[in-house]
């Protein structure tokens, strides 16, 4: 009988970044090292800077030797989700104008006319002048 395997996803295993509770996803597995925390070489900060994120490239720079890497597999806890992460679905919708911006609207409206009004004006103006003339 295959053994099942939890999977995780980088969402998840980035929620769990304290000492008291420290995952790192390293090639696509996921470790629970909180109780490893005091004991790493490198100190407590270097895990908990890999949190949140695939700290495999740190992981294989370090040069971790093969005890390191068969002592890594007894915190091994899953396997991060192969699936991308789903894409919310965006809500589309009308914002209703508020009476701010409704009264805003009606302003321009209104003032359009106070500059065609006065060239208007001056149209009939300059022609009553000219045929006086």
């Known amino acids: 009988m295959p053994t099942l395997t939890k999977l995780y996803t980088m969402q998840e295993a980035s929620q769990h970044n304290s000492k008291d509770d420290c995952w790192v996803v390293i090639d696509g597995k996921v470790y629970d090292v909180s109780t490893y925390l005091e004991e790493h070489p490198g100190g407590d900060d270097v895990l908990l800077g890999a949190t949140g994120k695939d700290a495999t490239d740190e992981f294989e720079d370090a040069g971790h030797s093969k005890s390191a890497r068969e ?63």
């Open 71 to 133: 002592l890594m597999e007894t915190f091994c806890i899953g396997e991060l989700d192969p699936a991308p992460p789903a894409i919310p679905e965006l809500e589309i919708y009308t914002k209703q104008p508020t009476d701010i911006t409704q009264k805003l609207k009606d302003l321009t409206k209104q003032y359009w006319a106070v500059p065609v009004a006065v060239v208007g004006i001056s149209v009939v103006i300059g022609v009553l002048y000219w045929r006086r003339r």
